[in-house]
């Protein structure tokens, strides 16, 4: 006897439900009680149970449709049985998740570098376009393939919506459409809210469930993977900052003057980072298969938080660019990261890392390396600080402690100190930047 | 302002120009004693007399090619084929004739005639009495084609027909012959090539032309009360089209439904969409063009297949509908 | 009646012109500098000067695809005439029309056509308004045998006696429609039967090759339409030497054929009334004749000096503002 699933009451005043996530699809089997589906409501993301053990089919809601409660949007049948007849063609359930890591290697002709970067990276290779020679997938085409569907081309809009997505700045692989076979009309890009599906981090009310979906799922996918299999050492260093602030002061006062924008402390870190890594190659590399990879290009990855979670966009060429340019770089970056709306070359091709909790008052802390990079740099809060000075005398000077974490397999403890040493002169004497 | 009908209104522009210009004359078969085909020129051969009404046998390509050679020569003939089905004869004179001696002899000489032909069908004089082919002379470099709809307009726009230096393929439909507006008694010009907003509307634009301008009006006054409020455009000028205001009106709406009653393969829908497609609109269009028109058939006589062979009230109706509620 | 001496130079002359733009035509065309191609009136001049003496410089004509001939009888200037057939931008119809539809406007010549039997339907129009503008001015409308079978003909020959336009329609029938011989189907005579049966009462045929005769013949029928007395239809049965066009083999006739007519050469003919006249002497017709080709030779000259329209005016000139 089929058992009819229907979208669940679960507030006094709601009407209507929203599906997120479907967790078991059909054909499966599931058990009274289990979690099958993850739905939204105005307020918050409810998991919905089996109603009953047997095999889930006839789903008739996908991912962000909107029914209202008491809709009949799945069944549980015993082995054998068949659809009622009531039940409408059921439309199969699009993967809600990020995407599969590859199923079968052998059947995608890819480079060795490729496949492991995309088994990191959680990415599958058969969905990947290859620009290698003998339409191979190459390591730039895992890497291309994390853009969002927009660039890639596969999203089907109206030219109206896609005028409102330009000129609202919205991404419009994340729009959902209203139109015939999914088509974007201009008002799905108006009504259009970022983050809808997503629980923002400060309307979490306690006693919730929070779908592991999206962005926080890829982040600990990769946080996982990184931490599980790179070796991290961690080296920590403390500096005088006194020359730094003075260092930006000046850049500040010179930038006021020619009424360029203001040189922030990301910048000159991004600066000072990029000029000593030129001295230190093997901290800007990527180990792939058996192969230590010293990249050419020093892009510099700026971790920002983000309501829904981190997001590292990169400066390209850090060592190459002047610090007014850096400035206006970043602070695009910055602004453009917080208002989601980044694009797939922004986030790319990163070779460092820099994370700065300072501004949170954090002391010290040790960062997670972002693969396949070989270190992260964490920048600690400037405090004033009671120093002993060199011939004994006692100061108050404005003290940073910065940590970096490196990929061992990679990065021996001489290099790292050898590197960390660097920094800390250069952090002391900013001149030597461009020494 | 009286009222008076399309056939009267275009009674009237050509009596008060042939009043105004003694270049002006009508040629055709049976427009004199019997008034012409359609009445309309009824008692014009009494005011003007046999040497301004020419009656002919029945000479389609001969009475249009006397038209072109009478303007060749600085006259302003009005000939008149009497259903646009027989223009097949004259198309000779009109095309290769008429719309090339000026460019043929480098700017020379300029053929400054009008050509006025009752076209459509829902009269049940069925295949060779009902076509619509102003596709065709749109399609010829040097003819203009007009095409009103309303007896304001087409009083205007025939005197400016008359005036204008070119050879115009003037096209009026039968069912518009009976149907009445104000009209000012005084000679007025509406200038080529200037479309006419017929009703302003913000969900969705119609492009229609002839009697289609009628039946889309009755379908917008439909579809208002389910809040589908329709702007229809009637271009009235098919060459030179009015594009300007064709692209503001599809980016004011997104949507865009043209209607005409010829045939859709190879009709003017086809044209409008290109220029559309073409054009800055084409960013603002939030679904496809559509195009209603003629079924892929000759007009049949059975009353109700004449009916089913071209749009019809509902059927924009139905269209518009599904259009405004983005299901196409 | 005689003619004088000053008309016979100058028909002599045109005459001239004519087989000479011709001549140079041809030279040109298989030289590769007219392009397209050309239809030769070599052996029809006696038609095309006869008729067109016959008019004031106020009356009109309207012409065909072999009407060369036809523009300098009426007066054309030669260079401006060459230089439409080489394309050229100071051509008469700016390079736009060239060999087939050239006209000179201003010069009462409203044009040759591509179409045949394209003119006639006009001839009646451009009748209706000389009429009522009322100014005695007439038309000679020109085709050929070819078009005289054509709906076009036919449906003008009714409109023109209905409206009793003052135009003399004038055949020029010269045995071939292309490749079609006139001979199957009808004669001079008969034509010019038609005229009288749609009730032109002043038609007739002539020996298109004497230009006295065609004179004479067109000269009534003009005075007739002048007078109010309505259209007339005059047949002039002549030969074209060259093919229908550049691409005709010849397969329709025989050589025997042409070298007959070629006999018949209406220049020649000319020549000898002119000396038995008294009117001209070789050694003056001679001269003419160097004058004639002289006049071709500055006109090629001319044209070949002249430019090229420009591409970016292409769109000019479809419509009249």
Redesign the interface.
């Known amino acids: 006897m089929a058992i009819e699933m229907i979208m669940p009451k679960v507030d006094m005043d709601q009407e209507t439900g929203t599906v997120v996530e479907w967790l078991k699809t059909n054909g499966q089997q599931v058990t009274e009680g289990e979690t099958i589906l993850v739905m939204e409501t105005d307020k918050i993301a409810i998991d919905v149970e089996a109603p009953g053990t047997g095999i889930l089919n006839g789903i008739s809601a996908n991912q962000g449709d909107v029914l209202p409660i008491g809709t009949v949007i799945a069944y549980i049948l015993e082995e054998g049985e068949e659809l009622p007849a009531a039940a409408a063609a059921p439309p199969a359930p699009e993967p809600t998740t990020a995407p599969e890591p590859i199923a079968a290697d052998e059947e995608v002709s890819a480079t060795p570098v490729a496949k492991k970067m995309a088994k990191t990276l959680g990415v599958d290779l058969s969905r990947v376009t290859p620009t290698g020679k003998g339409g191979k997938v190459t390591k730039n085409d895992v890497q291309s393939s994390l853009a969002p569907a927009a660039l890639s081309g596969e999203v089907v809009a109206t030219p109206a919506a896609r005028r409102t997505a330009r000129l609202k700045g919205v991404d419009l692989s994340r729009v959902r459409g209203s139109g015939p076979k999914g088509r974007i009309q201009a008002s799905d890009v108006e009504n259009f809210q970022p983050g809808a599906g997503m629980v923002a981090a400060s309307h979490i009310q306690s006693g919730g469930t929070i779908p592991l979906i999206g962005m926080r799922r890829t982040i600990a996918e990769r946080l996982t993977a990184s931490y599980q299999s790179i070796p991290h050492i961690q080296f920590t260093a403390r500096v005088d900052m006194k020359n730094f602030i003075n260092a930006r002061n000046d850049y500040n006062e010179l930038a006021i003057e020619r009424g360029d924008e203001k040189v922030s402390v990301t910048a000159m870190l991004v600066k000072l980072v990029s000029m000593v890594i030129a001295d230190h190659p093997m901290i800007n590399s990527s180990l792939v298969e058996n192969s230590i990879i010293l990249h050419e290009d020093i892009n510099i990855g700026v971790a920002v938080a983000i309501e829904k979670g981190l997001i590292v966009p990169v400066v390209k060429n850090a060592n190459q660019k002047g610090i007014s340019k850096i400035a206006v770089e970043t602070n695009d970056l910055v602004k453009r990261a917080r208002e989601e709306t980044l694009v797939g070359p922004d986030v790319r091709g990163g070779t460092f890392t820099i994370t700065n909790l300072g501004p949170f008052g954090v002391e010290q802390f040790n960062a997670i390396i972002n693969p396949p990079e070989a270190g992260i740099l964490a920048i600690g809060a400037t405090t004033n600080e009671v120093v002993a000075l060199e011939d004994g005398a006692i100061a108050v000077r404005p003290i940073m402690r910065f940590t970096l974490s490196a990929d061992h397999r990679i990065v021996d403890g001489a290099v790292a100190a050898r590197f960390i040493a660097d920094l800390k002169t250069t952090f002391e004497n900013p001149i030597l930047m461009n020494y | 302002m009286r009222e008076i009908t399309y056939l009267e209104a275009v009674r009237e522009a050509m009596t008060q120009e042939m009043e105004r210009d003694s270049r002006v004359f009508l040629i055709g078969e049976d427009i004199g004693v019997y008034g012409g085909a359609f009445q309309v020129s009824y008692g014009m051969l009494e005011k003007f007399g046999h040497e301004r009404i020419l009656d002919t046998p029945i000479t389609e390509l001969g009475l249009t090619g006397a038209a072109v050679g009478a303007a060749l020569i600085g006259m302003r003939p009005i000939a008149e084929i009497m259903f646009m089905d027989f223009t097949t004869l004259a198309s000779e004179q009109l095309v290769n004739q008429a719309a090339k001696l000026r460019f043929m002899f480098g700017g020379q000489s300029s053929v400054p005639m009008v050509l006025r032909t009752p076209a459509g069908s829902g009269t049940g004089a069925a295949e060779h009495h009902s076509q619509s082919f102003e596709n065709w002379f749109v399609h010829v470099p040097g003819l203009k084609v007009v095409m009103p709809t309303t007896p304001y307009d087409v009083k205007g726009l025939l005197i400016s027909s008359i005036r204008d230096n070119n050879p115009v393929v003037f096209i009026e439909h039968k069912l518009l012959y009976k149907t009445k507006g104000e009209v000012p008694e005084e000679m007025y010009e509406i200038p080529l090539g200037k479309a006419d907003i017929k009703r302003e509307g913000k969900d969705l634009t119609i492009i229609a032309t002839g009697i289609m301008v009628q039946k889309s009006l009755a379908a917008a006054e439909k579809l208002i009360k389910e809040g589908i409020d329709i702007e229809v455009l009637d271009p009235r000028t098919l060459r030179p089209l009015d594009t300007e205001s064709i692209v503001k009106s599809v980016k004011k709406t997104g949507k865009v439904l043209i209607v005409h009653e010829a045939v859709k393969t190879g009709g003017f829908g086809g044209e409008l969409a290109g220029v559309i497609a073409e054009s800055e609109a084409f960013g603002y269009l939030d679904a496809p063009i559509l195009r209603l028109a003629g079924r892929e058939v000759p007009i049949p006589y059975n009353r109700d297949l004449e009916k089913a062979a071209v749009p019809q009230v509902e059927d924009i109706v139905q269209k518009a509908r599904e259009l405004a509620n983005l299901k196409v | 009646m005689k003619l004088s001496k000053e008309n016979a130079e100058h028909y002599m002359l045109q005459m001239y012109q004519v087989r000479a733009f011709e001549e140079q035509a041809e030279k040109s065309y298989m030289a590769g500098k007219i392009h397209g191609t050309m239809h030769l009136s070599i052996g029809q001049e006696a038609s095309a000067i006869g008729s067109i003496s016959t008019l004031e410089p106020t009356d009109?004509i309207?012409g065909h695809h072999r009407g060369h001939g036809l523009c300098i009888a009426k007066g054309a200037d030669l260079n401006l005439m060459m230089a439409e057939f080489y394309g050229k931008e100071n051509?008469?119809?700016?390079?736009?029309?060239g060999s087939m539809?050239i006209?000179?406007?201003?010069g009462g010549n409203?044009?040759a056509?591509?179409?045949v039997g394209?003119g006639?339907?006009?001839?009646?129009?451009?009748?209706?308004?000389?009429k009522?503008?009322a100014e005695n001015q007439v038309l000679l409308a020109f085709f050929g045998d070819g078009a005289a079978s054509t709906?076009?003909f036919h449906?003008?020959m009714?409109?023109a006696v209905?409206?009793q336009v003052p135009v003399v329609f004038i055949c020029e029938n010269n045995q071939y429609a292309m490749s079609f011989s006139a001979n199957d189907w009808t004669t001079s005579k008969k034509i010019a039967a038609h005229g009288e049966i749609y009730g032109m009462a002043g038609s007739c045929s002539t020996d298109g090759n004497d230009l006295l005769e065609v004179k004479n013949a067109v000269k009534k029928a003009v005075d007739l339409a002048r007078s109010g007395g309505g259209p007339s239809l005059i047949v002039n049965d002549t030969y074209r030497w060259r093919g229908h066009s550049k691409s005709d083999r010849n397969r329709y006739r025989t050589a025997e054929e042409i070298e007959e007519w070629k006999k018949k050469d209406p220049i020649l003919k000319f020549r000898a009334y002119c000396n038995k006249e008294k009117l001209l002497t070789e050694k003056e017709a001679d001269q003419i004749k160097e004058q004639g080709y002289a006049d071709i030779e500055a006109a090629r000259v001319f044209a070949e000096a002249s430019p090229d329209p420009k591409v970016e005016t292409l769109e000019?000139?479809?419509?009249?503002?």
């Open positions: 009109f309207i051509g008469y119809c700016r390079g736009r029309g539809h006209a000179d406007v201003a409203l044009g056509n591509g179409v394209g006639i339907p006009m001839a009646v129009g451009i009748g209706i308004g000389l009522m503008k709906g076009a449906e003008s009714i409109l209905l409206f000019e000139g479809v419509y009249a503002p």
